[in-house]
């Protein structure tokens, strides 16, 4: 729901994944957006209308992504898909933060786009800690870009896997991702991410921000 840029830009990436796509807007004009070769279903009308979410084929659905401009449309049109129409893999986009928290506590995945942005500024401006990039609806466990003192370069990932009782589900290396071995060496540059539990985490980070201890 929504052919903005962001939504536009997600038909056309499932498309080409060989993906069958419906894309919903209240604007024709919006459509095209997704340029002459899009080969999906465009129907125009509200998300979260009974009436256009079937003709849309919603009950053959396997996801549905409200990313239009209203935060109350897309809450609205996500709770509908999943509860009237039981799709499971549901998610919508939120501008305000302290709605996006309440919504994933009710089991609503969001993706807060204020909050998305401001966390990569303070993580540029302010390179220690750790920013969360992820945490499940309950709260309890996260993944977190972790600020990593330079004393851990040459240390291999299962090293500081087991210094800081966490897992490094992956890390970033000159603007590319890549998934670690135990072997795999913590090399200068790396950004280095972590799935950890709520209440583990300022242990992580005292660990991580200060040198080795051997």
Same mark, same amino acid.
């Not at 894309?23 to 002459?36: E, H, S, T, V, W």
């Not at 129409?85 to 499971?88: H, Q, S």
């Not at 985490?201 to 051997?214: A, D, F, I, K």
């Given at each position: 729901?929504?052919?903005?840029?962001?939504?536009?830009?997600l $038909?056309?990436g499932?498309?080409?994944r060989?993906?069958?796509?419906a894309?919903?807007?209240?604007?024709?004009?919006?459509?095209?957006?997704?340029?002459?070769d899009?080969g999906?279903?465009t129907?125009?009308?509200?998300?979260?209308?009974r009436?256009?979410?079937l003709?849309?084929?919603?009950e053959?659905?396997?996801?549905?992504?409200a990313?239009s =401009?209203?935060?109350?449309s897309?809450?609205? $049109?996500?709770?509908? %898909?999943?509860?009237t129409?039981?799709?499971?893999n549901?998610?919508?986009?939120?501008?305000d933060?302290g709605?996006?928290?309440?919504?994933?506590?009710? +089991?609503?995945p969001t993706v $807060?786009t204020?909050?998305?942005?401001?966390?990569? %500024?303070?993580?540029?401006?302010?390179p220690?800690?750790?920013? @969360?990039?992820?945490?499940d @609806?309950?709260?309890?466990?996260?993944?977190v870009? %972790?600020h990593?003192?330079? =004393?851990?370069?040459?240390?291999?990932?299962?090293?500081?896997?087991?210094?800081? =009782?966490?897992?490094?589900p992956?890390?970033?290396r000159?603007?590319?991702g890549?998934? @670690?071995e135990?072997?795999?060496?913590?090399?200068? +540059?790396?950004?280095l991410?972590? $799935?950890?539990?709520d209440?583990h985490?300022?242990?992580?980070?005292?660990?991580?921000?200060? @040198?080795?201890?051997?």
């Open positions: 729901m929504g052919c903005g840029r962001v939504g536009s830009s $038909a056309r499932l498309e080409r060989g993906h069958s796509v894309i919903i807007d209240m604007n024709i004009d919006a459509f095209r957006r997704l340029g002459p899009f999906g279903r129907v125009k009308g509200v998300g979260f209308d009436e256009v979410l003709k849309s084929g919603i053959d659905a396997d996801g549905f992504a990313v =401009s209203g935060d109350n897309n809450i609205l $049109a996500a709770r509908v %898909v999943r509860e129409f039981e799709v499971t549901v998610v919508a986009r939120i501008y933060p709605r996006a928290e309440v919504y994933e506590r009710l +089991g609503i $807060a204020v909050r998305w942005a401001a966390d990569q %500024v303070l993580r540029r401006l302010l220690a800690g750790s920013e @969360p990039l992820w945490r @609806p309950s709260g309890n466990v996260r993944l870009e %972790v990593t003192d330079r =004393s851990w370069v040459g240390r291999t990932v299962a090293q500081i896997e087991k210094a800081a =009782s966490t897992r490094i992956f890390i970033t000159l603007g590319q890549i998934i @670690p135990g072997s795999t060496v913590f090399q200068d +540059g790396d950004l991410y972590a $799935a950890v539990a209440s985490l300022s242990v992580l980070e005292s660990v991580l921000e200060s @040198p080795p201890t051997h």
